[in-house]
């Protein structure tokens, strides 16, 4: 056996079967999950650590490399482990400036507009928008929403539309009640809304982003803010590729700055 191994694991026995686990050095995992999503844990390598043991605990994963061996084979586990470390925060009228802005440009123009929400997380950032046009008098047929994201829990949450108190926040009672329906603790996005937005899951960084097609608006907030200034770039060079018209900017989020 071993010797160097057998001081770095912790030994199980169980019934004959000796399983070493080792969730030691989780710089591996940063690396992969860096280079799949673009998200980096550089300053915080322990939480991810604790996340991944976590992670890999909960489905008898005995080491980092194990996790690792079972993802490039099993694309559930894979799409479990994005699930589980990227960061869905979002909540209605976000940095309502911004989406305020987009209504100005929006209702300049007579034809019909194309935006695009990368990352939509749960839906709050896409359905404000939508709800944002219909209040400044845009009528629903002039603009077609689409949000995707990598989560593929929050691109559920997003199809399903079902809120809390806290997602809902920023809303007017007004706003409210013309676009909800209060159901005991949660607030039911109405279908006209719902029918306004697609979601798909999609990660950025796939060579088949592209072919979610061109918009006249894009929108990307607080998704960078996870990606190193190398990756930025990038992702900042792929999200204006996906314009119609290059003069328009895309809408990053204020903590995204370069
Ligand atoms: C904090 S949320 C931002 C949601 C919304 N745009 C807002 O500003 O409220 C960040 C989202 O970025 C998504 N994300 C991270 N990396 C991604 C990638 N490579 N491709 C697509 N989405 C990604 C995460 O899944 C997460 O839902």
Same mark, same amino acid.
């Given at each position: 056996?071993?010797?160097?191994?057998?001081?770095?694991?912790?030994?199980?026995? $169980?019934?004959?079967?000796?399983?070493?686990?080792?969730?030691?050095?989780?710089?591996?995992?940063?690396?992969? *999950?860096?280079? $799949?999503?673009?998200?980096? *844990?550089?300053?915080?390598?322990?939480?991810?650590?604790?996340?991944?043991?976590?992670?890999?605990?909960?489905? $008898?994963?005995?080491?980092?490399?194990?996790? #690792?061996?079972?993802?490039?084979?099993?694309?559930?586990?894979?799409?479990?482990?994005?699930?589980?470390?990227?960061?869905?925060?979002?909540?209605?009228?976000?940095?309502?400036?911004?989406? +305020?802005?987009?209504?100005?440009?929006?209702?300049?123009?007579?034809?019909?507009?194309?935006?695009?929400?990368?990352?939509?997380?749960?839906?709050?950032?896409?359905?404000?928008?939508?709800?944002?046009?219909?209040?400044?008098?845009?009528?629903?047929?002039?603009? @077609?929403?689409?949000?995707?994201?990598?989560?593929?829990?929050?691109?559920?949450?997003? @199809?399903?539309?079902?809120?809390?108190?806290?997602?809902?926040?920023? #809303?007017?009672?007004?706003?409210?009640? &013309?676009? *909800?329906?209060?159901?005991?603790?949660?607030?039911?996005?109405?279908?006209?809304?719902?029918?306004?937005?697609?979601?798909?899951?999609?990660?950025?960084?796939?060579?088949?982003?592209?072919?979610?097609?061109?918009?006249?608006?894009?929108?990307?907030?607080?998704?960078?803010?996870?990606? +190193?200034?190398?990756?930025?770039?990038?992702?900042?060079?792929? #999200?204006?590729?996906?314009? &119609?018209?290059?003069?328009?900017?895309?809408?990053?989020?204020?903590?995204?700055?370069?």
């Amino acid at each position: 056996m071993f010797s160097f191994l057998k001081k770095k694991t912790h030994k199980i026995q $169980e019934s004959k079967v000796i399983v070493y686990q080792d969730y030691s050095d989780v710089s591996r995992v940063a690396r992969y *999950f860096k280079n $799949e999503t673009g998200v980096t *844990f550089d300053k915080q390598e322990s939480i991810l650590k604790n996340k991944v043991t976590t992670f890999c605990k909960q489905r $008898e994963i005995h080491s980092f490399s194990n996790l #690792l061996e079972i993802i490039e084979k099993e694309a559930k586990i894979k799409q479990e482990l994005i699930d589980y470390l990227t960061t869905n925060e979002t909540f209605f009228y976000r940095e309502f400036k911004q989406i +305020d802005e987009l209504t100005k440009l929006v209702k300049k123009t007579s034809r019909h507009v194309e935006i695009l929400c990368a990352p939509s997380a749960t839906g709050e950032e896409p359905y404000s928008i939508a709800i944002a046009l219909l209040e400044a008098g845009v009528s629903s047929s002039n603009f @077609k929403i689409t949000g995707i994201d990598i989560n593929y829990d929050a691109i559920n949450k997003a @199809k399903e539309a079902h809120y809390r108190e806290r997602n809902v926040r920023n #809303l007017t009672p007004e706003i409210i009640s &013309k676009y *909800f329906t209060h159901n005991g603790e949660k607030y039911l996005l109405n279908d006209s809304i719902k029918s306004l937005v697609s979601f798909q899951l999609a990660n950025l960084f796939d060579a088949s982003f592209k072919n979610i097609g061109k918009f006249d608006f894009v929108f990307s907030r607080n998704m960078l803010i996870y990606f +190193d200034q190398e990756t930025k770039i990038k992702a900042k060079a792929i #999200l204006e590729s996906m314009r &119609k018209d290059n003069e328009v900017g895309v809408f990053f989020g204020h903590a995204d700055l370069f």
